[in-house]
Each structure stands twice: as C-alpha cells, then as structure tokens.
T-cell receptor, first 111, second 112 residues
Framework: DTGVSQNPRHKITKRGQNVTFRCDPISEHNRLYWYRQTLGQGPEFLTYFQNEAQLEKSRLLSDRFSAERPKGSFSTLEIQRTEQGDSAMYLC?????????FGQGTRLTVV | QKEVEQDPGPLSVPEGAIVSLNCTYSNSAFQYFMWYRQYSRKGPELLMYTYSSGNKEDGRFTAQVDKSSKYISLFIRDSQPSDSATYLCAMSASQSNNDMRFGAGTRLTVKP
C-alpha cells in the first residue's frame, strides 16, 4: 500500500493520559499536514511540515500538543494530559504539489 | 461567517440522477480548489482539484469554479449507490496547501 498510513486506527484513553499517533506519508511527498475532524465538520488544520521543518501551527494546537517529523519522513503527534474535548478523528495528509492525500485517520476517544 | 460555507444536506437522489454540490467562500485569495469524498469513518479521498476559474472534467465528475461569485460546484453524472458519501470542498490560497480550509461537507445518498 503506497498511500498515507496512520497508526493506531483507534485509541481510547483516560482523561489525563498522554497519547501519540504516527503518520507515514507517501514516500516522495515532502509536505505533511495534521488535521483534526469532529463529527459533522470538515477537517481543521493543526500543523504543517515541509521536510523536517515545522513551518506552521494553528492556534488550535495548544501547548499540550506537539508534532515532530525528525527525518522528514514519518511524523508523530503527541497529546499530553488529554481532555474529553480532544476526542476527534486526527487526520494526516501529505502532498508534493497540488492536492493533499489523507490517511484513514486515528479516532481518539477520551473517557 | 465561516470562510467556506457548504450546505450539509443530507441530499438524497435516485440512481442515475445528476448531483450538484456547491460551496461558497469569502476569502478572495483562494486560488486552489479541491473536492474530497469521505466515506463513513474513513479519511477524505481527493477527487479533483482546480486552479483559478473554469471547468475540469474527470469521468462522471465535473468541477466548476466561479471566482467572481466566490462559488464552486461539483457535478456527478449518472450517480451510483457507491457515490453515497460525504463530499467536502476545500480551498487554499497557496500551492503548499498549508492554509487549506474545508467546508463542513454535504452528505449524499444515492438510492438504487
């Protein structure tokens, strides 16, 4: 499968715990994005990498969120001290030029 | 007012119908326009992208952009039950897509 891969697909965690998600983009894509999507809404931009450089972060990305892309390949998104409001689908996308290609997402439920 | 407005539907049509999906936007800097299809509990799938105004056709799908009216459309001809999904419009001012903004999505059901 040469598409964008995200792991895990589902994560249930207790409030206050830390969680980490992984994204493996399409191999030749140098741009990588994280989005968050809640029910009935379109994806909301969180952050953007070009190669290993994090070039933009949304105001939605509070201090509890951190993302890395250490070697310009895979990326991780960590949420510390999870809150119930963090429950959502976290989507990763990658692109080379126009049009971003999304993974299947990680569905996070905070209980 | 949201930057991108999209009627959430739901929209229900019989098989074979022509479907028209639309979005309006307020940011005149948007130049790149995309349509995504999202099945339940899956990630969005890129269907089409266009640059600036005009039409683009791909099989049963046609995308139209009218920048003067800040209005974009996706037409689906000969709709099939497998087209049942949520359709998201997205747009960006830059080619890097880091400023991409999505509509809320229109849920479409095509009945056999």
């Amino acid at each position: 499968d040469t598409g964008v891969s995200q792991n895990p697909r589902h994560k249930i965690t207790k409030r206050g715990q830390n969680v980490t998600f992984r994204c493996d983009p399409i191999s030749e894509h140098n741009r990588l994005y994280w989005y968050r999507q809640t029910l009935g809404q379109g994806p909301e931009f969180l952050t953007y990498f070009q190669n290993e450089a994090q070039l933009e972060k949304s105001r939605l990305l509070s201090d509890r969120f951190s993302a890395e892309r250490p070697k310009g390949s895979f990326s991780t998104l960590e949420i510390q001290r999870t809150e119930q409001g963090d429950s959502a689908m976290y989507l990763c996308a990658s692109s080379l030029v126009l049009g971003a290609f999304f993974g299947q997402g990680t569905r996070l439920t905070v209980v | 007012q949201k930057e991108v407005e999209q009627d959430p539907g739901p929209l229900s049509v019989p098989e074979g119908a022509i479907v028209s999906l639309n979005c309006t936007y307020s940011n005149s800097a948007f130049q790149y326009f995309m349509w995504y299809r999202q099945y339940s509990r899956k990630g969005p799938e890129l269907l089409m992208y266009t640059y600036s105004s005009g039409n683009k056709e791909d099989g049963r799908f046609t995308a139209q952009v009218d920048k003067s009216s800040k209005y974009i459309s996706l037409f689906i001809r000969d709709s099939q039950p497998s087209d049942s999904a949520t359709y998201l419009c997205a747009m960006s001012a830059s080619q890097s897509n880091n400023d991409m903004r999505f509509g809320a999505g229109t849920r479409l059901t095509v009945k056999p």
